[in-house]
C-alpha cells in the first residue's frame, strides 16, 4: 500500500492550561524553543462557536513533523511523517515532549487523554479491494463510501472508547520537488483510543505517560487491522 502520510495525536485534556496566545506566554515556552521549536498562533473555534486565538509550538526534522497546540480545553500533541513510525520512536517523541510541558506547566493533571492515527493511503484497486473486502460482502464499485465503528475497552483500568473510520475520497498529494499538489483518490484510516467523558475527575499526570503507551498500542494495532497483510 502505498503511505501518503500518516499522523499520531496524543491528546492531554485539563481545565489547567495557563498558556494563553500572548506574549508573555513565550517564556513559558523557553524549554521548547530551545529545543529548535517556532511558536506560532492560530485560530479555534469553541463548541459554542466562538473564535479564539491559540499557541503551538512546531519543529521539522528531515520529513517528521512535530507540534503541540495549546487549546483551551487540551493539549494537542501531533506528530506526522510521510512513513510509518515504530512505538519506540513515536513514545521517545511522546516521552521528551511531555518532559517538557511538565518543566513548562508544572504538576498539572487531565482528566481525559486520547491517541488518535490517522493514515492517508494513495488508492488503487488493489488497494481498495483489501481494506474493502474487510468490512463488506459485495464489490467496491463506488467512487465514495465510508465505514464507522466504535466500541468499548478498558486500559489501565479506565474505561475508554475506540473509533475506528475508513472513508473513500479524494485527496492531495504535494509532488516532490515541484511544490505542485495533485489530486488524487485516498483512502483515510482513522484510529481514535481515548478514555470516556463521563470520567472528568483530573487524575492523569504529565510525568506518567503509560496510559498513552497503552493507547498508542491499541491505536497501532487498530490501525494494522485496517491496512496489515
Known sequence: MNLVGISYNFNFFTKNNSIKADSESIYKLMPFINDGFMPTTGDEISED???????????ENKDLNISITFSKRAILVQITKDKEIDNVNIMDIVS?????????????????????????LENDKETEEKIYKKFF?????????????????????????????VNKGLGTKQNNGTGNITQIEVIVVSCDNNTIAENNTPRFELNNISIFNELLKKTKMDLDKVIGD
Open 96 to 120: 521528551s515532549t511531555f518532559s517538557k510541558l511538565r518543566e513548562t506547566l508544572g504538576d498539572i493533571k487531565g482528566d481525559r487523554t486520547a491517541c488518535i492515527a490517522n493514515a492517508i
Open 49 to 59: 462557536g466562538d473564535r479564539y486565538k491559540v499557541i503551538r509550538v512546531q519543529k
Open 137 to 165: 460482502s459485495d464489490e467496491p464499485s463506488y467512487f465514495e463510501w465510508a465505514l464507522r465503528k466504535a466500541s468499548r475497552f478498558i486500559v489501565e483500568g479506565e474505561e475508554s472508547n475506540s473509533v475506528l473510520a
